[in-house]
C-alpha cells in the first residue's frame, strides 16, 4: 500500500467513526499526511471533536467548506474502514513523517554547514532545538494505572515514616526541609534576591551538602563566576578558613591544618561544576549526558538571566526569559530531578520604602518565572539594608537570613531563619546554636594545635 493510500484509510476511518480521532489524538498531527486533501479534511475533523461539536458527512463536508478548502469527502468512500489495521497505519505514518523531518533537519543542516557566513554555533542551537522538537513530536507517553498511582503515593508515606519526613533530598536546613520534606524530584525552584544577598553561597551550601552528606550525584551551572572562584568559597564553606585569608594567601599554620583534614571530601565526583556553557541548549544536553553518563539527582544554575536562548526577531527578553523559565520546568520533569535556578530581582525592592522585603511582582523580565516554578524564594537579610537593624523585641538582627518561601505549589508558605556567617559566606542553621562555636572558633590561636572535634562539624558543610 502507497503513502495516500494508506492516508486516506485513515482519514475513512475517522469519518466513518469519529470517535477513533480520541484514541489517536496524540499520535496524529496534520504532518502525518502528505496529501494537502487529507490535511484538510484531517483539521476539520479534529478542529469539529476538539470543540465537542457532532460529526457527519453533511457537518463536516460544510467545515471543509468554510475553511476554504477543495477537498470533497468523494475520494474517502472507498475507504472508510480500514477494519483492525487502523492503529497500525496511525504509527506507520507517524513514522514516516518523522522520518520525513530527520531529512529535512538534514538538509538545513547540510546547507547551513557548507555555507561560511553561518556561525556554527548557532547551527548547533538550532541542532539542539529541531532534535528536541523531533524527539518530542510522538507524543506517545506511558500513563499510569490509578493503582500504581496508589503505590508511589504510599511507597512516599513509607519513606517519610522512616526519614522524619523527608521524602525528596535533603538540604542540610532543617526548617526548609521540614517544609519541603526535602527537594522534590521534577521541581523547578526558583531562589531570587537582591546582589549580594547570597544566592550563590547559600546554593553552594545546599549543593554541598546534597553531594557530602546525601550522597547525591549533583550539576552546578555556573554562568557568573568562574569553577575556581566558586570552589574557593566551598573550601571556605567546608573547611572553615576566612574566605578572605584564602583570596589572599594569608594561610597560617592552623589554617593548613584544617584545609589538609577537610579538603580531601572536596574531591568527590558527587559534585561537578560546569562554568562554560552559556545557552539553554547546551544545558539541556549537559544535564541528559551526565543523567544518562553518571546517574544525576538535583541541578543548580546560578542564574537565570544569564542564560542565553535566542528567539525569534523583535521578540523582547521577557519572551526569552519565559522561555528558558518554562524550559527549565520541562527539563526537571523529563529528567525527574529538582532543578534550583538563581534569580535577580528588580530594583523595585530598593526603590520601595519600609523594609525591602522582596515580593512576587519584584522577579525580574516575566511574570512567567512566577508561573512556570513550583516554588520560590526570596532570601532577605535585614542588616545589607540596615547595620542596625532590630526586631520587634529590640534584638539584633545582624547576619540573621530570612529565606522567604513566598510559592510552594505542593505545600504550605512560610518564613525560615538562617544565619549568614560572613566570614566564611556560608548559611548555617538557627543562628542562636551558631553564636558560641564562631565565638569560641574565632577564638583559636595560629600556635594551637589542631582538632576536628574544636569544630562544629554538625553545620561545616
Same mark, same amino acid.
Given at each position: 500500500?502507497?503513502?495516500?493510500?494508506?492516508? +486516506?484509510?485513515?482519514?475513512?476511518?475517522?469519518?466513518?467513526?469519529?470517535?477513533?480521532?480520541?484514541?489517536?489524538?496524540?499520535?496524529? *498531527?496534520?504532518?502525518?499526511?502528505?496529501?494537502?486533501?487529507?490535511?484538510?479534511?484531517?483539521?476539520?475533523?479534529?478542529?469539529?471533536?476538539?470543540?465537542?461539536?457532532?460529526?457527519?458527512?453533511?457537518?463536516?463536508?460544510?467545515?471543509?467548506?468554510?475553511?476554504?478548502?477543495?477537498?470533497?469527502? +468523494?475520494?474517502?468512500?472507498?475507504?472508510?474502514?480500514?477494519?483492525?489495521?487502523?492503529?497500525?497505519?496511525?504509527?506507520?505514518?507517524?513514522?514516516?513523517?518523522?522520518?520525513?523531518?530527520?531529512?529535512?533537519?538534514?538538509?538545513?543542516?547540510?546547507?547551513?554547514?557548507?555555507?561560511?557566513?553561518?556561525?556554527?554555533?548557532?547551527?548547533?542551537?538550532?541542532?539542539?532545538?529541531?532534535?528536541?522538537?523531533?524527539?518530542?513530536? *510522538?507524543?506517545?507517553?506511558?500513563?499510569?494505572?490509578?493503582?500504581?498511582?496508589?503505590?508511589?503515593?504510599?511507597?512516599?508515606?513509607?519513606?517519610?515514616?522512616?526519614?522524619?519526613?523527608?521524602?525528596?533530598?535533603?538540604?542540610?536546613?532543617?526548617?526548609?526541609?521540614?517544609?519541603?520534606?526535602?527537594?522534590?524530584?521534577?521541581?523547578?525552584?526558583? #531562589?531570587?534576591?537582591?546582589?549580594?544577598?547570597?544566592?550563590?553561597?547559600?546554593?553552594?551550601?545546599?549543593?554541598?551538602?546534597?553531594?557530602?552528606?546525601?550522597?547525591?550525584?549533583?550539576?552546578?551551572?555556573?554562568?557568573?563566576?568562574?569553577?575556581?572562584?566558586?570552589?574557593?568559597?566551598?573550601?571556605?564553606?567546608?573547611?572553615?578558613?576566612?574566605?578572605?585569608?584564602?583570596?589572599?594567601?594569608?594561610?597560617?599554620?592552623?589554617?593548613?591544618?584544617?584545609?589538609?583534614?577537610?579538603?580531601?571530601?572536596? +574531591?568527590?565526583?558527587?559534585?561537578?561544576?560546569?562554568?562554560?556553557?552559556?545557552?539553554?541548549?547546551?544545558? #539541556?544536553?549537559?544535564?541528559? &549526558?551526565?543523567?544518562?553518563?553518571?546517574?544525576?539527582?538535583?541541578?543548580?544554575?546560578?542564574?537565570?538571566?544569564?542564560?542565553?536562548?535566542?528567539?525569534? +526577531?523583535?521578540?523582547?527578553?521577557?519572551?526569552?526569559?519565559?522561555?528558558?523559565?518554562?524550559?527549565?520546568?520541562?527539563?526537571?520533569?523529563?529528567?525527574?530531578?529538582?532543578?534550583?535556578?538563581?534569580?535577580?530581582?528588580?530594583?523595585?525592592?530598593?526603590?520601595?520604602?519600609?523594609?525591602?522585603?522582596?515580593?512576587?511582582?519584584?522577579?525580574?523580565?516575566?511574570?512567567?518565572?512566577?508561573?512556570?516554578?513550583?516554588?520560590?524564594?526570596?532570601?532577605?537579610?535585614?542588616?545589607?539594608?540596615?547595620?542596625?537593624?532590630?526586631?520587634?523585641?529590640?534584638?539584633?538582627?545582624?547576619?540573621?537570613?530570612?529565606?522567604?518561601?513566598?510559592?510552594? #505549589?505542593?505545600?504550605?508558605?512560610?518564613?525560615?531563619?538562617?544565619?549568614?556567617?560572613?566570614?566564611?559566606?556560608?548559611?548555617?542553621?538557627?543562628?542562636?546554636?551558631?553564636?558560641?562555636?564562631? &565565638?569560641?572558633? *574565632?577564638?583559636?590561636?595560629?600556635?594551637?594545635?589542631?582538632?576536628?572535634?574544636?569544630?562544629?562539624?554538625?553545620?561545616?558543610?
Amino acid at each position: 500500500m502507497n503513502t495516500v493510500d494508506r492516508e +486516506k484509510e485513515v482519514i475513512g476511518s475517522l469519518i466513518a467513526t469519529p470517535d477513533l480521532y480520541l484514541s489517536v489524538s496524540d499520535i496524529l *498531527t496534520e504532518g502525518c499526511f502528505t496529501s494537502s486533501n487529507c490535511k484538510d479534511v484531517f483539521n476539520a475533523l479534529s478542529s469539529m471533536v476538539n470543540d465537542s461539536r457532532k460529526v457527519t458527512l453533511t457537518t463536516l463536508a460544510d467545515q471543509i467548506t468554510k475553511n476554504k478548502s477543495n477537498a470533497t469527502l +468523494k475520494e474517502f468512500v472507498s475507504s472508510i474502514n480500514s477494519g483492525d489495521a487502523f492503529q497500525e497505519h496511525c504509527l506507520i505514518l507517524k513514522e514516516q513523517e518523522i522520518k520525513r523531518m530527520h531529512v529535512d533537519l538534514g538538509l538545513r543542516l547540510t546547507a547551513l554547514g557548507s555555507d561560511d557566513r553561518e556561525d556554527a554555533f548557532d547551527t548547533n542551537d538550532l541542532l539542539m532545538n529541531e532534535a528536541e522538537r523531533i524527539a518530542n513530536s *510522538t507524543g506517545i507517553g506511558t500513563e499510569l494505572t490509578n493503582s500504581q498511582y496508589l503505590k508511589e503515593v504510599e511507597d512516599m508515606i513509607n519513606r517519610a515514616s522512616t526519614t522524619d519526613g523527608i521524602t525528596g533530598i535533603a538540604t542540610g536546613f532543617h526548617e526548609l526541609d521540614d517544609l519541603y520534606s526535602g527537594r522534590q524530584n521534577s521541581d523547578l525552584i526558583i #531562589r531570587a534576591a537582591r546582589p549580594a544577598m547570597g544566592k550563590t553561597a547559600l546554593t553552594l551550601c545546599e549543593a554541598l551538602y546534597m553531594a557530602l552528606h546525601e550522597d547525591k550525584k549533583v550539576l552546578f551551572f555556573s554562568l557568573e563566576m568562574s569553577g575556581t572562584q566558586l570552589f574557593q568559597r566551598l573550601v571556605s564553606v567546608h573547611t572553615g578558613i576566612d574566605l578572605r585569608k584564602i583570596k589572599r594567601g594569608e594561610l597560617t599554620k592552623y589554617d593548613w591544618d584544617m584545609y589538609y583534614a577537610k579538603v580531601e571530601e572536596l +574531591k568527590t565526583q558527587n559534585i561537578r561544576i560546569v562554568d562554560n556553557l552559556f545557552t539553554l541548549n547546551l544545558i #539541556r544536553t549537559k544535564s541528559r &549526558k551526565v543523567k544518562m553518563q553518571y546517574g544525576l539527582d538535583a541541578i543548580f544554575i546560578d542564574y537565570l538571566q544569564l542564560i542565553n536562548h535566542k528567539v525569534d +526577531k523583535g521578540r523582547s527578553k521577557e519572551n526569552e526569559v519565559s522561555e528558558i523559565s518554562r524550559s527549565l520546568k520541562m527539563l526537571a520533569k523529563s529528567l525527574d530531578v529538582p532543578i534550583v535556578c538563581l534569580s535577580q530581582l528588580s530594583r523595585a525592592v530598593e526603590s520601595r520604602g519600609g523594609t525591602k522585603v522582596p515580593m512576587l511582582s519584584d522577579l525580574r523580565d516575566s511574570g512567567a518565572i512566577e508561573q512556570d516554578a513550583d516554588v520560590v524564594e526570596f532570601i532577605y537579610r535585614p542588616d545589607a539594608y540596615d547595620k542596625d537593624a532590630r526586631d520587634a523585641d529590640n534584638n539584633s538582627l545582624e547576619g540573621v537570613a530570612i529565606i522567604i518561601v513566598a510559592k510552594h #505549589r505542593s505545600g504550605a508558605c512560610g518564613d525560615v531563619e538562617l544565619f549568614f556567617n560572613k566570614r566564611l559566606t556560608r548559611f548555617e542553621n538557627k543562628r542562636h546554636t551558631h553564636e558560641t562555636s564562631v &565565638k569560641e572558633f *574565632t577564638k583559636m590561636q595560629p600556635s594551637e594545635s589542631f582538632n576536628l572535634e574544636d569544630v562544629d562539624d554538625g553545620n561545616v558543610f
